[in-house]
């Protein structure tokens, strides 16, 4: 559920404009983060308790939420398959970690403590969640990546 509220534009009339980006590409990183941050697919709710309460937990120790912080820059996307089953009846699942190198330890040890929890979140609802996979530049199959639905990060 979201909530919208209104914005009175007509203070900003008379105003003059500030850039906010150098360049065309700012504003287009923007607009394609803005877009991934409302666009959801529609997923059965054990997707959405595995991704936020397993993050917020690890987030709430120190060490963790600097780390988090460092592998938020490394990843490109998070990607997820489902093996078996489908969106809304899941049975089988698989994350899909998108980098633009390839995935360096400290990213595969985050994201390794976050299976950790998330599996026991996932089996408490009858969802078998896969090891964690990792995609780079390096060896992308465009197939494979299409194949896969695009979740928000839990970093």
């Not at 203070?11 to 003059?16: K, Q, S, Y």
């Not at 850039?19 to 590409?25: G, M």
């Amino acid at each position: 559920m979201r909530i919208d509220l209104p914005l009175e534009k007509g203070v900003l009339v008379g105003r003059t404009p500030i850039e906010a980006f150098p360049d065309e590409a700012g504003y287009i990183a923007f607009a394609n983060a803005m877009a991934r941050r409302r666009g959801r697919p529609a997923l059965h709710s054990v997707f959405n308790e595995m991704l936020l309460a397993t993050t917020a937990e690890l987030n709430r120790r120190t060490s963790r939420k600097k780390q988090s912080r460092r592998v938020r820059e490394k990843v490109h996307a998070l990607r997820l398959a489902i093996e078996d089953g489908t969106r809304l009846k899941p049975a089988i699942a698989r994350l899909y970690v998108v980098t633009q190198e390839e995935a360096d330890d400290e990213t595969k040890d985050w994201f390794g403590a976050w299976w950790d929890k998330a599996r026991q979140v996932a089996e408490a609802h009858g969802l078998q969640l896969l090891p964690v996979s990792y995609m780079s530049a390096a060896d992308f199959d465009l197939g494979r990546y299409d194949s896969l639905t695009e979740i928000r990060s839990p970093l």
